[in-house]
Structure formats: structure tokens, C-alpha cells
């Protein structure tokens, strides 16, 4: 059974936006091939390299064989959309031997953060969030009202 990854610590970015990642999240996330991925504004994630590959093309092919057989041809703006984002969302990385995070140029825009600037790393059960600080607040704001029912209904 996988381990939930969970927990909330606040890191700096260096200078040359690196970022240490807790040691006991990184055990979780599995090995030194990751996936950082664009979320949504003030947010990153990063996930293990296999478990994003996998479901990744999973859902590729789908599409695919979607567009091959045609049943896409009414839909092409938004294979066109999906397409873009494919280009931009995500990038494969190695972490550094120390579990180090250098996060790249325009995935560092979508952070909104600068070098020497504050953020949340975050366990979100099945891969880890990197967030600006003010954006982190905001998304507790409005979904915390929420856990007890999103737990009663995942678990039940």
C-alpha cells in the first residue's frame, strides 16, 4: 500500500531558485527522476517520474486513438489547447544527491516567486506542491471549510 504524502514545510529559495525539500516527503515521492509540473497559479508539483509517465500516456494514447478514428474532428480547438499545454505544463528533472530542487526558468514565473523569497512545500497525498506563501493561504481559505466532508466522502 502507498504511503499518503503529507505535511507543510516553509523553505527559501537560494539565488539561484533551489530549493531543499524535507527528507522525509522525498522518501515518499520515490526516487531522483521527478516530473514538476505547472498546477495553478502560485503552485507547482512535483511527482515521481514513472508513476507521471504512466499516467501521462495512458491518457495520451486515449486522445490519440480518439483523433485517429476522427471522433475528435469537431473538437480540434481544444486538442489545439490540450496540445499547448502539453508543450508547457511539465518539465523531467533530477533532483541533486542533497534533494535539491532547481526550479527552472518559466515554471518559475508560474510560482510567482523571486530568488531569496519564502515558499510551502506541501504533501498532497500523491505528490508534492510547492507553493507561494500567499496563494498556499488563499487555497486553505476556501477549501478547508470542506475536509470533513471531502474525508467522509473519499473514505465512505
Same mark, same amino acid.
Given at each position: ?24 516527503? %522525498? ?7 521527478? &516530473?514538476?509540473?505547472?498546477? =495553478?497559479?502560485?503552485?507547482?508539483? %512535483? ?21 485517429? +478514428? ?8 481544444? &486538442? ?15 533532483? +541533486?544527491? =542533497? ?8 515554471? =518559475?514565473?508560474?510560482?510567482? &516567486?523571486?530568488?531569496?523569497?519564502? &515558499? ?27 475536509? =470533513?466532508? %471531502? ?6
Amino acid at each position: 500500500m502507498q504511503e499518503l504524502i503529507v505535511g507543510e514545510f516553509h523553505r527559501t529559495l537560494d539565488e539561484r531558485f533551489r530549493l531543499s525539500l524535507p527528507a522525509e516527503l %522525498l522518501s515518499l515521492l520515490g526516487e531522483n527522476e521527478c &516530473v514538476l509540473a505547472k498546477e =495553478r497559479p502560485g503552485c507547482l508539483s %512535483l511527482w515521481n517520474g514513472a508513476d507521471w509517465q504512466a499516467k501521462l500516456e495512458s491518457g495520451i494514447d486515449l486522445v490519440r486513438g480518439k483523433i485517429q +478514428s476522427g471522433r475528435l474532428d469537431a473538437k480540434i480547438e481544444q &486538442v489545439q489547447i490540450l496540445g499547448r499545454l502539453l508543450a508547457t505544463r511539465h518539465k523531467r528533472l533530477r533532483l +541533486s544527491g =542533497r534533494g535539491r530542487l532547481l526550479i527552472p526558468e518559466g515554471f =518559475r514565473e508560474f510560482l510567482q &516567486v523571486e530568488a531569496g523569497s519564502e &515558499v510551502v512545500v506541501v504533501g498532497a497525498a500523491v505528490c508534492l506542491e510547492i507553493w507561494k506563501p500567499e496563494a498556499w493561504i488563499a487555497y486553505l481559505e476556501q477549501t478547508m471549510p470542506d475536509f =470533513r466532508e %471531502l474525508l467522509e466522502e473519499l473514505a465512505g
